[in-house]
């Protein structure tokens, strides 16, 4: 079902494809801007832990079973990794994404268009039944790009996850099924 590395997946203006070493100041850059991890469960990061982040990457790229496909997301015009976007490969062909993208390119629609481009590859090509994604409920940028995908808002779950202030968040869940997936032009 998963086909061999390297994956390439291209949009318009964008290539979502296989982390490289030479990745790590591109992903250093957005992986320690507090506005990109706000949200996140992660960061912001020192050198160092964007280091382990993109070994990690590397070597799981390299594995002949891929439950968990993490990609840059590279700006064609520039070259640039502006964020990353994993698929997680789960039993039943479900499958779960998430995405990252550095704050200074939000609001250009690239968090979109990468993550068509995934979802539209996971069901096309990976013949996946459910997709999944989750979000903290301030996130309202992610859940945007979902609800522009066609998912639907499953439920909330509450006070899930441990939040940045000691205290815990909520997170939304969201999901499209394959017989819901309609592409759509980015």
């Known amino acids: 079902m998963d086909p061999p590395p390297p994956y390439a997946i291209r949009t ?11 990745d790590l100041d591109d992903v250093q850059a957005y992986a320690c801007d507090e506005a990109t991890v706000r949200y ?10 964007t280091r382990v982040f993109l070994d990690e990457e590397i070597e799981r790229a390299t594995a002949a079973l891929r439950p ?4 840059a997301v590279q700006h064609l015009a520039t070259g640039t990794v502006i964020g990353s976007i994993r698929l ?3 039993p039943h062909r ?6 990252s ?7 250009q629609g ?4 990468a993550a068509h481009a995934l979802a539209a590859y996971a069901f096309e090509a990976l013949d996946v039944h459910r997709l999944w ?8 940028g992610s859940y945007a790009i979902m609800e522009k995908l066609g998912m639907r808002r499953e439920g909330t779950l509450r006070q899930n996850q441990p939040a940045r202030d000691g205290g815990w968040r909520d997170t939304h869940l969201y999901s499209v099924l394959a017989s819901e997936w309609t592409p759509r032009r980015c």
């Open 110 to 113: 690239y968090g979109y268009e």
């Open 101 to 107: 993208y550095g704050s200074a390119w939000w609001r």
């Open 133 to 140: 994604a989750t979000c903290d409920v301030r996130n309202v």
């Open 68 to 71: 968990h496909i993490g990609l």
């Open 94 to 99: 479900n499958a779960d994404f998430g995405y």
């Open 40 to 49: 996140m469960d992660w960061g912001p990061n020192t050198l160092d832990q």
């Open 12 to 22: 318009e203006r964008l290539l979502l494809r296989e982390f490289t070493p030479d």
């Open 88 to 90: 997680g490969l789960w």
